[in-house]
């Protein structure tokens, strides 16, 4: 049983510190965090103008940084092998590369939103596995992103919060070129401990809602098969509900009716438009049951999911959908693949007593069909980004 551990807050600041001070030789003046991300329902549908329910994890990527008085930036990472070094003004699209892209893409967002950021030295530390569908992406994007509002002394209001957001997925899009849509950096910077955060990309808010875990578990299981949402699976889905979206001659598939998408020609885009219409009407009810305790009914919400991303969205993998039906068979409430797919992880719902029977069974399965062993996390819904000490 491989248990992918939080790690402590303490712990994985004072590891950036020691990476800068190893790497570059300089003493961190900040320390900026912020969470990785996992799903619990409301899958491609931000894009769509719809709804979704993010939780943010208790696993986070830790920003150590250091100003520089020569628009020098130099950037480094626990998890990536290749150094960047650059100049401050040179940051955008198709300057910084790489996993350098996402870190040096928001220090450009920033300076291009009107912040006057200096150079830096920066290294980066985290405890959020990389490419398994929870946002290691926009956790690293937030981290430096708190890690420059260290830096610039700047006071943490709301209006600052959705320049934070707005500037990390800017990064993502603009920079990195990865076509998502803007729950994880949300969730990154808005979320709250205790609760999910359900955010509505039609009219643009976001609201805590109350989880009635009591003796429940929520239990993700990584099957470690990398996605990449940068090589094309996830633009394709993108193009394709936009086209939904234009034959239909709504803005976006949140104002699209389940009859008028079951009249579409095209058969690919028809299945693709009723997956984001039948995904936007399962956030709400999921809401519900999760805030009522309703396990059967969460489990059958999780089940329409997860075939539905199965069958109509076509970004589920044989290992996704193994974990799925085992971890029902052995005990889940509900589970479903999350993220953005073709590869990545699924959420599960369940009993606390079961979790050990259910992570056993899951890398039984998984042993027996040859698939490589999993890693499992125990999600405590957690605090968005912030600074550390
Ligand atoms: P996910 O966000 O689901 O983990 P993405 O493909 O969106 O997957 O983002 C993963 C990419 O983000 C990595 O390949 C790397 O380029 C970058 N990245 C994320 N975390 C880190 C980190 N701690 N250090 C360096 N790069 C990172
Ligand atoms: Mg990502």
């Known amino acids: 049983m491989v248990l992918l551990a939080p790690g402590s807050a303490a712990e994985l600041a004072e590891r950036a510190r020691a990476g800068l001070r190893d790497t570059f030789g300089s003493e961190a003046a900040v320390v900026g965090r912020a969470p990785g991300r996992v799903n619990l329902i409301g899958e491609h549908t931000d894009y769509n103008g719809g709804l979704v329910l993010p939780v943010a994890l208790p696993h986070a990527t830790y920003a150590a940084a250091a100003p520089r008085s020569d ?8 998890q990536e092998p290749d150094p960047f070094t650059g100049i401050v003004d040179h940051l955008g ?103 999910a955060l ?32 940068t090589d094309g699976g996830y633009g394709a889905r993108r193009a394709d509900c936009e086209k939904a979206a234009a034959a239909l001659g709504v803005r976006t598939l949140r104002d699209a009716t389940l009859e008028a998408v079951e009249a579409l020609t095209d058969d690919v885009v ?26 059967p009914a969460l489990g059958e919400l999780f089940a329409a999911s997860h075939a539905s991303m199965r069958d ?12 799925v039906s085992t971890a029902v068979a052995s005990g889940a409430d509900a589970a479903r693949m999350t993220g953005g797919g073709f590869g990545g992880s699924i959420v599960a719902v369940l009993p606390t007593a079961a979790v050990d029977d259910v992570v056993r069974a899951i890398d039984h399965a998984f042993s027996a069909a040859g698939y490589r062993s999993p890693g499992h996390l125990l999600v405590e819904p957690s605090a968005g980004a912030s600074l550390v000490g």
């Open 93 to 195: 699209p198709g300057e910084a590369r790489g996993w350098s892209a996402y870190a040096g893409g928001v220090l450009w967002a920033l300076r291009e939103a009107g912040h006057d950021l200096p150079g830096l030295d920066l290294y980066v530390d985290s405890s959020v596995p990389l490419g398994a569908g929870l946002s290691s992406s926009a956790a690293i994007e937030c981290a430096v992103a708190m890690a420059a509002v260290g830096i610039l002394g700047l006071d943490l209001d709301d209006p600052l919060r959705a320049g934070l957001v707005a500037a990390c997925i800017r990064a993502e899009t603009e920079v990195a070129d990865a076509p998502t849509g803007g729950m994880d950096q949300t969730v990154a910077i808005h979320g709250q401990a205790g609760t």
């Open 71 to 78: 628009g020098v930036v130099r950037l480094a990472s626990a």
């Open 198 to 229: 359900l955010i509505d990309f039609g009219v643009g808010t976001h609201e805590p809602v109350a989880l009635a875990l009591r003796d429940r578990t929520i239990l993700v299981t990584d099957t470690r098969v990398k996605h990449a949402l």
């Open 312 to 323: 109509d969205f076509e970004i589920s993998t044989p290992e996704l959908d193994l974990a």
């Open 270 to 295: 028809r299945r693709r438009a009723r997956h984001i219409v039948t995904e936007i009407a399962r956030v709400r009810p999921a809401v519900d049951a999760l805030g009522a305790a309703d396990w």
